[in-house]
Nanobody, 128 residues
Framework: QVPLVESGGGLVQAGGSLGLFCAAS????????MGWFRQAPGKAREVVAG????????YYADSVQGRFTISRDNIKNMVSLQMNSLKPEDTAVYYC?????????????????????WGQGTQITVSS
């Protein structure tokens, strides 16, 4: 089990910035690749970004490339998502997730199906 708890959601105007944080419990955080996903009303859950255990290997959805940055701290057992230049279409519930797939190469963990452990989600609303 890898309990995950997100924080940092909220309401922001278009063009603004927000940071999301995900705290993981347990002593083996570095054994997992971590990802951020989002789900807007009526839409499927989609990958936003992923990061391997060493932080060397990251992945971003085309829609957020250049605006969002994923990072992790294996000492603090935390993964973060810095979101800049937010757009109304970024409005969604954001989830962090963990998987043992892609721990070395995040390209093997780019879909929700690859992730076993999920946080409860946090709402991001971007107003126009």
């Amino acid at each position: 089990q890898v309990p995950l708890v997100e924080s940092g959601g909220g309401l922001v105007q278009a063009g603004g910035s927000l940071g999301l944080f995900c705290a993981a419990s347990g002593r083996t955080f570095s054994n997992y690749a971590m990802g951020w996903f989002r789900q807007a009303p009526g839409k499927a859950r989609e990958v936003v970004a992923g990061i391997n255990w060493s932080t060397v290997n990251t992945y971003y959805a085309d829609s957020v490339q250049g605006r969002f940055t994923i990072s992790r701290d294996n000492i603090k057992n935390m993964v973060s998502l810095q979101m800049n230049s937010l757009k109304p279409e970024d409005t969604a519930v954001y989830y962090c997730a963990a998987t043992t797939l892609g721990v070395y190469n995040i390209n093997y963990a780019q879909s929700a199906a690859a992730y076993r452990y999920w946080g409860q989600g946090t709402q991001i609303t971007v107003s126009s």
